[in-house]
Nanobody, 125 residues
Framework: QVQLVESGGGLVQAGGSLRLSCTASGRTFSTYAMGWFRQTPGKEREFVATISKSGGNTYYADSAKGRFTISRDNAKNTVYLQMNMLKPEDTAVYYC??????????????????WGQGTQVTVSS
């Protein structure tokens, strides 16, 4: 079992930046592929970015390419999402997720077994 805790959300103006963090409990963080998703009311959870266990491979949704960067520090059991050039349409609750089974760059919510509680990101116009 792993517990994930996100932080770093908040209110920012369009064009601004935020860095989200997600810290995992346990000693096996380096064996999990990690992902970030987001969700707005009435919509399904949407894939944002994913990173391999070592951090050597990443993959982004088209909406995130060129603006967001996912990274991880296995020594700190933490995965990050650096978000730049934020837009009002980026407003959502952002969730981090861990995959301990498949070991791949999953883009579906079903690819992940563990989820954090979410952190709100609000981008004002």
């Amino acid at each position: 079992q792993v517990q994930l805790v996100e932080s770093g959300g908040g209110l920012v103006q369009a064009g601004g930046s935020l860095r989200l963090s997600c810290t995992a409990s346990g000693r096996t963080f380096s064996t999990y592929a990690m992902g970030w998703f987001r969700q707005t009311p009435g919509k399904e959870r949407e894939f944002v970015a994913t990173i391999s266990k070592s951090g050597g491979n990443t993959y982004y949704a088209d909406s995130a390419k060129g603006r967001f960067t996912i990274s991880r520090d296995n020594a700190k059991n933490t995965v990050y999402l650096q978000m730049n050039m934020l837009k009002p349409e980026d407003t959502a609750v952002y969730y981090c997720a861990a995959d301990s089974l498949w070991g791949r760059l999953g883009v579906r919510a079903l690819d992940y077994q563990y989820w954090g509680q979410g952190t709100q990101v609000t981008v004002s116009s």
